[in-house]
């Protein structure tokens, strides 16, 4: 069934600031609190947290307002929670945001581009390795050397330890990673952006004659700007007397150039031949200083044939023109065998 979609955007100034402030305090998170912990097999456990020091105590990652050629020295703690000594790889990599609108680390083994190739970590060792005994903490420094040119806007990745090892057989090595993420503004013009495009609209058929049904919406959200977005997103749906209304609770925040592939459920949708699905997107701008609001829209139209209540209409006129036919049949007069016709 064709649609067709008309995208368009434009900046919103300002959000309220109580949401502003809530939604800047989640987006900063990747655990649930201040220390992030891993479970591996064996019991092995262990966790990660920021040094306390000049860049802020109690910290739940790393984030860092930075210029062109800067460089910035902290520090990860590395606890070891299991009764068994540790060997943990320890590393830098790119963030990135998954076409279902999630927050991932590239998978290791793919060499970083981004903020992941600034980050030199001293592990102490020459294979990049550290040894932490059973109950210990290590602490690991590295360095954020921000190129000359790099662009202006956020930049994500994260500081990776790594445990591998090898299970059954030994045929299969398992890899089991824990991270912190790692947050760099670089200073410059920002510029927060959205996009809304490939809108369709897919009505279901409905059962009941003269109910409501619900309708599918599909639509590609891309973050245009240079600046982390958590998004709220909302599916309107009209035609003729009737609306239908989903979404309006804040998303996962997305990296700038994330592309993510949304899909809608929105229920009481009355099929009236001719619908519209409007979508909205509101991002606000998270990270070190904020940084304001954007807003992004697009529509489609699509069909809503009410079949059902059309196949009822047919029933009714189909029946209303046959039971004068049955009714004309049965007032004709019939005579019996071997009895003349008065007439004759």
């Known amino acids: 069934m064709s649609t067709h979609h008309r995208p368009s955007s434009r900046r919103a100034p300002h959000l309220r600031a109580a949401a502003a402030a809530v939604l800047a305090a989640l987006a900063l998170v990747l655990p649930a609190a201040t220390t992030a912990h891993a479970a591996a097999s064996d019991d092995l456990t262990w966790s990660l947290a920021p040094k306390d020091g000049k860049h802020g105590d109690g910290r739940a990652n790393f984030a860092y307002a930075v210029e062109p050629g800067q460089r910035v020295r902290d520090v990860l703690v590395v606890t070891n929670r299991s009764a068994a000594p540790l060997e943990l790889a320890v590393y830098g990599t790119d963030a990135l945001t998954t076409a279902s609108g999630h927050l991932d680390l590239l998978p290791a083994g793919q060499e970083p581009a981004d903020l992941g190739a600034w980050l030199t970590l001293d592990a102490g060792s020459d294979d990049g390795t550290v040894a932490i005994d059973p109950g210990a903490s290590v602490e690991v420094p590295f360095t954020l050397r921000v190129p000359d040119d790099a662009t202006p806007g956020d930049h994500a990745g994260g500081v990776v330890t790594s445990l591998r090892q090898r299970v059954g057989d030994g045929a299969l090595s398992v890899d089991r990673r824990l991270a912190l993420r790692v947050h760099a503004r670089v200073d410059g013009a920002l510029a927060p952006g959205l996009a809304v495009s490939d809108v ?46 989903a979404g309006g609770l804040p998303q996962e925040e997305l990296l700038p150039g994330a592309v993510v592939r949304r899909t809608v459920e929105v229920g009481g949708v009355r099929p009236t031949f001719r ?70």
């Open 275 to 344: 619908v519209a699905a409007d979508v909205r997107a509101d991002g606000l701008v998270v990270g070190v200083g904020g940084g304001g609001a954007t807003t992004a829209t697009a529509d489609a139209t699509a069909w809503a044939v009410p079949w059902s209540l059309l196949a009822v209409v047919v029933l009714v006129a189909a029946a209303a023109v046959a039971w004068p036919l049955r009714r004309s049949r049965r007032g004709r007069p019939r005579f019996a065998e071997g009895v003349l016709d008065p007439a004759t």
């Open 200 to 245: 369709a609209v897919v009505v279901h058929p409905a059962l009941n004659p003269v109910g409501a049904t619900s309708a599918t919406v599909t639509y590609t959200l891309t973050n245009t700007g240079n600046a982390r977005v958590v998004p709220t997103e909302t599916v309107r749906l009209t035609g003729p007397g009737a609306s239908a209304r």
